[in-house]
């Protein structure tokens, strides 16, 4: 997995709450067996109107937009279905950090394992960031990982926690599974210990 | 000797080891895929030159895509195809039992695992897919995972994992007659709000949830998703026992007897605390009808479409605002005057054979309104035959509905099962997102009777006072 250690970005505003996934990246685009090639299917719903054309007011239909690399957002994003597909899409069109006063859990968790970088900040924070966002044209945040630091272009700075472990996957890049392969041993003497003792937890399902 | 949880009786003895940040590397017993979440993970480890640790602890079966009408010619859509044939071969690879399309034990993978004695009190399961909630009905963990953990099951059988918070959802006394587990999950919802359940595993509790089947508890862990908790559980009894006995990939004789005693240790003690408590009671429970474009926005079928103005603070009247738009509804509007193009009874939520006699129940003797297009599409092949041999089949074919083959189908619409733009549907599945079941389709969750009975009158009713 790539890396994330700090990261400077456009931030692009989507003011909704419990944006699901089912709208970061509609079922349509669920049928590829491979990973990438998915921010054709983005907001597939929400970038076009009803007859077709594009929403003016959704933010990958504005100019200005066009390099985000940060999305602002609201409370519960990424509720719903499981699919890895949305934070894949949201990566494949650059996205590398979200902020929102809250994420749904499975959603947060597929973000780590992708190297995107989810934020929580609390709402007046969230609500600052839109006040910016909505001032000026372009508005650049840079996120520093090992400092847990967002800055604003007028150097003004302010923390976010994160957890620990969490954190040192990402600043370094780790495999999860390699991580837990290293771990052999002691999965093998737990299975030896379990098969012992709930040995009808180890029946194979066979066809 | 300490009071614990029924999660923490399950989690404990999943623990391989524990860092000191509470970093948790945990067991995982029983691992099922389907076609959509799972062929990146496959591949994933394909390129890593990895195995699966324990093949035979997977079971795989395609059920999102496949078509619900004749399958004899095969899958139209190329891309479906592709992704169940995927399927397919990554399982014969890597030695994997799968239910292909054919078989007739294929079905929607929450309601088979069930329903072949693979789901087990007291185990860790996962599936690269939110609804494995309903697993937790048996008194088991079970979680929905992203397809990077699916590859992480698939290699490892273990993933790592911090402690959730607990959190007792109590519904004391007993619901109408007339309702059922999926109005109790739905009142649930709204009351603790989509995200209220996040970060927490969730145990139902007291009498009206015990007195519910397993089915009705698989329908009431099924949605836990839907609330924010990644997992819902209800602690094992005789009513679980009597269920899994007999089943063809449970355990029996001594392993059944030995399962059994070790299974009735599954609860919790008295005096055992949980993060958060949460109580209803059970008479205060109408049949629940959705409104807007998640499953809490929802009100009994004797309310009406709120005013988005009622709401106190901006980002609910907004979201209030924009979910009645897309729903096309007025505020003030009575529930049971909203009229129905389509009615849709399946899903992983409400597809066995008890959701299929409840509505059969409703159609008997009555007809489909004019105008209104009815789905009943079983949750697995098993299910269709048995309810086939019950009459089931011939009770919905002569009010005009149609009766399908097994699978998701307008759940999702990723096969050819699709909302068309504009159309309204009553639907006994679990998400009434925008688009869910077609793009620009209008989605009410409801239970099967009450879908059943808004098949036949065209709009919803009060089936509390409904000859
Ligand atoms: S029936 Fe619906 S919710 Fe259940 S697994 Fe299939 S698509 Fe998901």
């Not at chain 1, 989810?118 to 508005?139: G, K, M, N, T, Y």
């Not at chain 1, 837990?180 to 003497?189: F, G, H, P, V």
């Not at chain 2, 509790?205 to 609330?227: F, Q």
């Not at chain 2, 029996?252 to 299974?263: I, K, N, R």
Request: net charge negative.
């Amino acid at each position: 997995m790539e890396a994330f250690t700090t990261h400077t970005g456009q931030v692009a505003p989507l003011d909704r709450v419990d944006v699901d996934t089912d709208q970061i990246i509609p079922k349509q685009y669920l049928k590829t067996i491979h990973r990438t090639g998915l921010k054709e299917g983005l907001f597939a719903d929400w970038r076009k109107l009803a007859d077709g054309s594009p929403d003016p007011d959704f933010f990958m239909n504005q100019p200005q937009y066009a390099d985000a690399s940060i999305l602002l957002t609201r409370d519960n994003f990424g509720c719903g279905s499981s699919r890895e597909h949305a934070p894949w899409a949201l990566l494949d069109y650059g996205i590398r950090a979200i902020l929102a006063p809250s994420f749904a859990e499975i959603f947060y968790n597929n973000c780590f394992q992708n190297s995107i970088l989810p934020i929580v900040l609390d709402s007046q924070e969230i609500q600052r960031l839109f006040d910016h966002v909505s001032a000026a044209d372009r508005f650049e945040l840079t996120i520093d990982l090992a400092a847990q630091t967002i800055s604003t272009p007028q150097k003004s700075s302010f923390q976010f926690s994160i957890d620990p472990f969490r954190k040192q996957c990402l600043l370094q890049g780790l495999d999860a599974i390699g991580l837990t392969l290293r771990r052999e041993k002691d999965i093998a003497d737990y299975e030896a210990r379990r098969k012992q003792n709930t040995p009808w937890l180890f029946q194979d399902l066979c066809s | 000797m300490a009071a614990h949880t029924l999660f923490d009786k399950i989690w404990g003895p999943h623990v391989v080891s524990e860092e000191s940040d509470g970093t948790t590397l945990l067991y995982i017993d029983r691992h099922l895929v389907h076609e959509v979440t799972s062929p990146q993970a496959f591949e994933g480890l394909k390129l890593a030159g990895r195995r699966p640790r324990r093949p035979g602890a997977t079971l795989a079966v395609p059920d999102h895509n496949v078509p619900t009408t004749d399958r004899s010619a095969g899958i139209a859509d190329p891309l479906s195809r592709i992704q169940i044939e995927t399927l397919e071969q990554h399982c014969a690879d890597f030695g994997i039992t799968l239910f292909s399309m054919h078989d007739v034990r294929q079905g929607i993978v929450h309601v088979i695992g069930p329903e072949q004695g693979l789901t087990l009190p007291g185990m860790t399961i996962v599936c690269g897919d939110s609804h494995t909630s309903t697993h937790g009905a048996f008194g088991a963990l079970a979680f929905g995972i992203g397809t990077s953990e699916v590859e992480h099951v698939l290699a490892t059988q273990c993933l790592i994992q911090k402690r959730p918070q607990t959190m007792e959802i109590r519904v004391d006394g007993l619901v109408s007659p007339h309702c059922s587990a999926k109005d109790m999950i739905l009142a649930i919802i709204g009351a603790i709000g989509t995200a209220g359940g996040t970060g927490y595993v969730v145990e139902y509790t007291g009498e009206a949830v015990r007195s519910l089947s397993m089915e009705g508890r698989m329908t009431l862990c099924n949605m836990s998703i839907e609330g924010g908790a990644r997992a819902g559980m209800i602690a094992p009894d005789e009513t679980t026992f009597a269920y899994i006995k007999g089943r063809p990939m449970a355990p029996s004789a001594s392993l059944w007897t030995a399962a059994v005693q070790d299974w009735e240790k599954l609860c919790t003690d008295p005096g055992a605390a949980y993060d958060r408590v949460v109580t209803l009671q059970g008479e205060d429970i109408a049949p629940q009808v959705t409104w807007g474009t998640n499953p809490g926005m929802v009100t009994g079928v004797d309310g009406k479409v709120p005013d988005p103005r009622s709401f106190a603070d901006e980002e609910t009247r907004d979201a209030t605002t924009r979910a009645l738009d897309y729903m096309a509804l007025t505020p003030g509007t009575p529930i049971v005057e909203i009229p129905i193009d389509r009615v849709f009874i399946g899903s992983c939520t409400n597809s066995r054979i008890e959701d299929l006699r409840l509505a059969a129940s409703y159609f008997k003797g009555r007809k489909v309104a004019s105008g209104v297009q009815a789905m009943v599409v079983p949750g697995s092949g098993l299910i269709k035959k048995q309810a086939e041999d019950e009459g089931l089949d011939a009770v919905f074919r002569a009010a005009g509905a149609e009766w399908r083959e097994s699978g998701c189908s307008m759940c999702l619409a990723m096969n050819a099962d699709v909302l068309r733009p504009g159309e309204r549907c009553a639907s006994t599945s679990n998400r009434n997102f925008e688009g869910r079941q077609g793009k620009g389709g209008r989605t009410h969750l409801v239970s099967p009777a009450m879908a059943a009975a808004a098949a036949v009158t065209g709009h919803f009713v009060d089936i509390r006072h409904w000859a």
